[in-house]
């Protein structure tokens, strides 16, 4: 793993450099468990799946004393994802995600997500897409600033390879 350190300064702001460090020893241990629901009735509309999922990481990373770390201190510690997926009509379906997420000395934050798709065609479906409903102010790993709300249209297409085509 490499890392971006610098030596401890009781002057603020720090005014030592940062330097890129290969960490030789880090150890991560964690848990991650997932549950899924199928909860889809007869009908045209309702919920159709729920799924659930949390992961938890603790990482030791090996430093002198002397020294601070840019990104080893925003790794994640917990995260909950929760996802539903509803069918409006016969074709049409809504995928809400929620994602829970507290990082190591950061506070925890939660972004909201929405996609309504469209089957249009066999194998093409057309989407739009709202990320960060909430337009929730947070930083990813490595003290970068996540935009806000935004959008997005798209169009998939699906192929499915042939397995095993016989000669």
């Given at each position: 793993?490499?890392?971006?350190?610098?030596?401890?300064s009781?002057?603020?702001?720090?005014?030592?450099p940062?330097m890129?460090v290969?960490?030789?020893?880090?150890?991560?241990?964690?848990?991650?468990?997932?549950?899924?629901?199928n909860v889809?009735k007869?009908?045209?509309?309702?919920p159709?799946?729920?799924?659930?999922?949390?992961?938890y990481i603790?990482?030791?990373h090996?430093?002198?004393?002397a020294q601070?770390?840019?990104?080893?201190?925003?790794?994640?510690?917990?995260?909950l994802n929760?996802?539903?997926?509803?069918?409006?009509?016969?074709k049409?379906?809504?995928?809400?995600?929620?994602?829970?997420?507290q990082?190591?000395e950061?506070?925890s934050?939660?972004?909201l997500?929405?996609?309504?798709l469209?089957?249009?065609?066999?194998?093409?479906?057309?989407?739009?897409?709202?990320?960060?409903l909430?337009n929730?102010?947070?930083i990813?790993?490595?003290f970068?600033?996540?935009?806000g709300?935004?959008?997005k249209?798209?169009?998939?297409?699906a192929?499915?390879?042939?397995?095993?085509?016989k000669?």
């Open positions: 793993m490499i890392d971006w350190v610098r030596d401890v009781a002057i603020s702001p720090n005014p030592n940062w890129p290969n960490i030789a020893n880090v150890s991560f241990t964690g848990l991650e468990t997932s549950l899924q629901f889809k007869s009908g045209t509309w309702g159709n799946k729920l799924n659930l999922n949390y992961t603790s990482a030791t090996n430093f002198t004393s601070e770390s840019r990104y080893a201190i925003t790794s994640m510690r917990h995260q929760g996802q539903a997926l509803f069918d409006l009509s016969e049409v379906q809504l995928n809400l995600t929620c994602r829970l997420v990082r190591i950061q506070s934050y939660q972004v997500d929405a996609k309504i469209v089957p249009i065609y066999r194998n093409l479906t057309i989407f739009a897409e709202v990320n960060n909430t929730t102010q947070y990813e790993a490595g970068v600033e996540m935009p709300r935004w959008f249209l798209g169009l998939t297409f192929h499915k390879a042939i397995e095993n085509p000669p």
